[in-house]
Nanobody
Framework: QVQLVESGGGLVQAGGSLRLSCTAS????????MGWYRQAPGKQRELAAV???????FYDNSVKGRFTISRDLAKSTVYLQMNSLKTEDTAVYYC???????WGQGTQVTVSS
């Protein structure tokens, strides 16, 4: 079955850290550009970070310097390490295969003040 499954969300205080994971199955993970998106209540879904099939990374300015996207090809998993979290990072975070236009189910991240 072709799917993406996210995990790692939760409740954290401002200034804290979380690591999100997204595991792919049913397709060749290594040739896919993968992205982490987020959607806050009442707002549109926005791109937070991308890692290309070649390993290059790109970040939205709002997360640059605080978030790190990485991957483990052997585990078909992409990660989003989130440090120095702010209340405005509160959102549902989605993993996305850019190549397949495939979305995960989302994982909630809540940052309290």
């Amino acid at each position: 079955q072709v799917q993406l499954v996210e995990s790692g969300g939760g409740l954290v205080q401002a200034g804290g850290s979380l690591r999100l994971s997204c595991t792919a199955s049913g397709f060749i993970f290594s040739i896919n550009t993968m992205g982490w998106y987020r959607q806050a209540p009442g707002k549109q879904r926005e791109l937070a970070a991308v890692i290309t099939s070649g390993g290059a990374t790109f970040y939205d300015n709002s997360v640059k310097g605080r978030f790190t996207i990485s991957r483990d090809l052997a585990k078909s998993t992409v990660y989003l390490q989130m440090n120095s979290l702010k209340t405005e990072d509160t959102a549902v975070y989605y993993c996305h295969s850019e190549s397949r236009d495939l979305w995960g189910q989302g994982t909630q991240v809540t940052v309290s003040s």
